[in-house]
């Protein structure tokens, strides 16, 4: 039990068992009304006593000391208030002016946000223009059973209530007046999220060459593990709504600064054009252009989506080459220690679980936690299975001499293609949906909260096992089995 006298309040926290009550009230002789709020946790109640109390002295403001005493917190002096308020505008204006250039280019490309209704009913639109050919859209945030949204941060457009508890979700209404740009920008933004990866990167194990895969997947994950980590130290906002439209709402309680679709579109790209030359006969000006096109169009499609400012995109364009550029010299070192070395396996596995636990603490619940989880994971579980393969003697990569010539597209080449492709991806999928399954209850059960609980699954001690569990399996899965299949059903 712990009590607190100030300013004519008194507010007391007593904990027992799984539930945490707090009571707030008006000492006698104080203005306003008598308070009472009770709050029940069914989760872990070591974890909900730390928060209540903590949560308690803060809005008291009170601190704790080295021997655990409470002691009244100092307030900010006039002097280092009007210190930092520069800093605020200057932050502030230039996050405008970054947001400003964004909507000009989604303007320009026909983009805008639905026009405004005045109170007589009529429409204010932007600009004078043939509307015929647009149609208003309109998109909201995610909500969840609890009441509560997946996404809730500073960058995001939803607006908190004083108590946490309810929440005005933020919707963004557009309008499309070039469905070509539309429908470019959009596809291009999907072929730089990770389900895309995920997809892509197998379907180059099973029908080109599982050295490029490899190469492919080690290059994905250290570039993106970087991105995501500086996007949480850094803390940079993404462009405000308005001006900008935002056509994504998964990802918006990210943090903006680098991009890290341009990072893996950049990595990605020029990583199979540079490694590709020494196993495939092409042309290198042709694998150039497309490398460059495709790039170009993910990052350009940050800016459509309004998820990223023209610095985001710039700084992981920078970012990404830098460290293409580092580990491009020592690419057959690393090739031959991933599958020769003995402790390759052991470090595949323990590195990124290490670096997945190690990921910065956010005040909210983000993605990229998760997200760079399910990348490391899937890079660990086709790290040891590509050991694994060369220790049996079957890596099921093409026989030389390099670069090889490939074979005729022609209509039977193209069937089979597809055939592996798309029996690929049930097995994968097959697999994800065992392994979650599995993994998920099983941690559930050992931390006594329900599997469907989404704030449960969001806790760093199930939420990163659980995907790391289940997409190291998935790596393994595709990187042994698949092709494996493949060879039983004679599709190689």
Known sequence: MVAAKGCGVVVVVVVSGAETQTSTERVPGSSGERRSSRCLHSLDPPFYRRRARRGGRERLGLQADAGGRITPRAAPSRRALLDKEPVRRNQSKTLTRASNLVATFQQACGLYPAPETTETGQVREHEPSNLTASKVHHRKGDLVANGRSLSQ???SNYNHTADDCKINHAST??????????????????LGSEVFYISFLPCI?????????????NMWAVVMYIGQVMKDILKLPRPTVPPVVKLEQRVHAEYGMPSTHAMGAIAISFTLLFSAQERVQFTFEVGLVLAVVLSGLVCLSRLYTGMHSALDVICGILISALILGIIYPHWSILDSLQLNSPLSPAVALALPLYLCYKYPELDHY????????IIMAVSAGCSVGYWVNHQLGQTFEPTGPFPVTLPPMNAVTFALGVTRFGVGLAILVLTRQTAKWVSLRLL???????????VARQR??????YKFSTYLVIGLVNSMAVCRVFSLVRLL
């Open 153 to 155: 941060d500073d960058n």
């Open 173 to 190: 209404q557009y309008e499309v007046r070039n469905w070509p740009l539309y429908f470019l920008f959009v596809v291009s933004a999907a």
């Open 205 to 217: 194990h099973w029908n080109l060459d599982p050295f490029l895969c490899r190469r492919l997947v």
């Open 366 to 373: 983000s993605t990229t936690r998760g997200d760079t989880t």
């Open 444 to 454: 559930c059960r050992c931390y006594g909260v329900a599997h469907s609980d989404i």
């Open 460 to 465: 760093k001690e199930i939420e990163v096992p």
